[in-house]
């Protein structure tokens, strides 16, 4: 597997993860196997990419799935939905999708395992960098 480590961006195989310059953390799923599976150890793999990107700052999440195949197993679902350095980065989540299986996917998720964060389900990404925007602002207290 293919892992390319920069200052604001990191590839771990078909994802990328980036810190944009109004400060939402972008996460973008490439994999185009409908089989494949996420496991424990990628999920590991996303969550320090994460942290390394973050810094320990909270942001919003902007995880565009646009064009992603497979699922993710239990285990490593909820190694990321339980992670503690997840928890105090994640201010919210934006999905982008363009499949109704993945939105069904997305909501599944957000049901069973992460109720608690803010988050919006878009096929706009334009308007999930807005809603991301917004709620770094709520955040923070600013306009």
Same mark, same amino acid.
């Given at each position: 597997?293919? %892992? ?6 990191? &590839? /771990? ?7 944009? $310059?109004?400060? %939402?953390?972008?996460? =973008? #799923?490439?994999?185009?196997? !409908?089989? @494949? ?15 390394? +990107?973050?810094?320990?700052? !909270?942001? $919003?999440?902007?995880?565009? +799935? =646009? ?17 503690? +350095?997840?928890?105090? /980065? =994640? %201010?919210? &989540?934006? #999905? ?10 997305? +909501?599944? @998720?957000? =049901? ?5 964060? $803010? @988050? &919006? ?18 955040? @923070?207290?600013?306009?």
């Amino acid at each position: 597997m293919k %892992i390319i480590i920069k200052e604001d961006y990191i &590839e /771990v195989g078909p994802t990328s993860f980036w810190l944009d $310059p109004d400060g %939402i953390l972008n996460c =973008r #799923f490439g994999n185009e196997n !409908p089989n @494949y599976q996420l496991d424990t150890f990628i999920s590991k793999l996303y969550i320090k990419a994460i942290d390394k +990107l973050c810094k320990g700052k !909270p942001v $919003p999440i902007l995880i565009d +799935l =646009r064009g992603a195949k497979g699922t993710f197993s239990k285990e490593a679902v909820q190694e990321f939905a339980q992670s503690a +350095l997840i928890k105090a /980065v =994640r %201010i919210s &989540e934006a #999905f982008v999708y363009d499949s109704f299986k993945m939105k069904l996917l997305i +909501l599944s @998720y957000k =049901r069973i395992y992460n109720q608690f964060t $803010p @988050y &919006e389900i878009f096929i706009d990404i334009q308007l999930a960098q807005g809603y991301c925007l917004l709620k770094k602002n709520e955040f @923070y207290g600013s306009n």
